[in-house]
């Protein structure tokens, strides 16, 4: 079946530290890989996505690459700012697969000033 | 932005009861809206789909009869915990797409309702 493995959380960083949120994947097909956001009291934002292997996607100084040889799909931010205090979901879909998304667990990132 | 809200953020409720959460799409109309749990610490789950006007399509191991879902109008859909159990305590999450077959970026997220059953 299809999985998304998510480092376990919490992630504590300074204000200005490098972010990596490691993200791995399990699938049977060809999957778009997506990086989703909560922040405290709101719903799930999508942030970045990527569709095909060696995209990469970005938004927000976020970017995360497809790599297809290691199944991966890592979320880094060069400089965090407490606003991006949050929880991070790493999710794939198959295409074809009736549009259904599969989750990771999260990963909750807390940045302190 | 596209806007989800969900009613109540929170319940509590005794065993045997039953509990409604509601899944609004606030700025626009929801032709397909998606119901998922998720346990603490675990992925999110899901759990139905539901398009305005018909019947819910239930993933595997859902029982339909427990978790009824009902998708009235298209900014409006409802999840029914019926005879509510301990073990369906956990955090109840709707989303809701313009598309009748979405792609996951189309989806747009309510922040989740707490179901705590004492």
């Known amino acids: 079946g299809n999985s998304v493995t998510q480092m376990e959380g919490p992630v504590t960083l300074s204000e200005e530290a490098f972010l990596t949120i490691n993200c791995t994947y399990t699938a049977t097909g060809y999957p778009s890989l997506f990086w989703y956001v909560q922040y405290p009291g709101e719903g799930l934002q999508l942030l970045l996505k990527a569709t095909k292997a060696d995209d990469k996607g970005s938004n927000k100084g976020f970017e995360a690459t497809y790599r297809k040889e290691t199944t991966s799909f890592h979320l880094e931010k060069g400089s965090v700012q407490v606003s991006d205090s949050a929880v991070y979901f790493c999710?794939?879909?198959?295409?074809?697969?009736?549009?259904?998304?599969?989750f990771g667990t999260g990963t909750q990132l807390k940045v302190e000033l | 932005g596209a806007v989800v809200s969900q009613h109540p953020s929170w319940v509590i409720c005794k065993s045997g009861t039953s509990v409604k959460i509601e899944c609004r799409s606030l700025d626009f109309q929801a032709t397909t809206m998606f119901w998922y749990r998720q346990f603490p610490k675990q992925s999110l789950m899901l759990m139905a789909t539901?398009?305005?006007?018909?019947?819910?399509?239930?993933e595997q191991g859902v029982e339909k009869d427990k978790f009824l879902i009902n998708h009235a109008s298209l900014t409006l859909s409802t999840l029914t915990v019926t005879s509510a159990h301990p073990e369906d305590s956990s955090f109840y999450i709707c989303?809701?797409?313009?598309?009748?077959?979405?792609?996951?970026?189309?989806?747009?997220f309510g922040p989740g309702t707490r179901l705590t059953v004492t």
């Open positions: 539901s398009n305005e006007g018909s019947k819910a399509t239930y």
């Open positions: 999710a794939l879909i198959l295409t074809g697969g009736g549009n259904k998304l599969t």
């Open positions: 989303s809701a797409s313009l598309s009748r077959n979405p792609s996951s970026y189309e989806q747009y």
